[in-house]
């Protein structure tokens, strides 16, 4: 049974750093693409950054690109998501996803995300 579990939400101050983790089991770790979504209070969910598993490539938004960072522990079968220079419009709830066999590749768009985490929630104040 495929299983996403993040962690590491939580209130920071604008300019201020985080780091996501996402945890997975019930699957080979080195064969897919996981990545990490977010959404926030009356917006569309938007795919932020997506890793595959096999070389640890990853790609990014725009709007996180040079900020965000993501990486992963092959054998802790973790994903982190390096949050640096938070803005207030990074709140928002995060979510871990994973693409089966990376079918689709780098791509960041939600419908080819077959297994998704509860979620943590990140919040930046100014």
């Known amino acids: 049974q495929v299983q996403l579990a993040e962690s590491g939400g939580g209130s920071v101050q604008a300019g201020g750093s985080l780091r996501l983790s996402c945890a997975a089991s019930?699957?080979?770790?080195?064969?897919?693409?996981l990545a990490w979504f977010r959404q926030a209070p009356g917006k569309e969910r938007e795919g932020v950054a997506v890793?595959?598993?096999?070389?640890?490539?990853?790609v990014y938004a725009d709007s996180v690109e040079g900020r965000f960072t993501i990486s992963q522990d092959t054998p802790k079968n973790t994903v982190y998501l390096h949050m640096n220079s938070l803005d207030v419009e990074d709140t928002a709830m995060y979510y871990c996803?994973?693409?089966?066999?990376?079918?689709?590749?780098?791509?960041?768009?939600?419908?080819?995300?077959?297994?998704w985490g509860q979620g943590t929630q990140v919040t930046v104040y100014s």
């Open positions: 996803a994973a693409q089966m066999g990376c079918p689709a590749g780098w791509s960041l768009e939600r419908k080819h995300f077959t297994f």
């Open positions: 019930g699957f080979f770790f080195g064969r897919h693409c």
């Open positions: 890793i595959n598993t096999r070389d640890a490539t990853g």
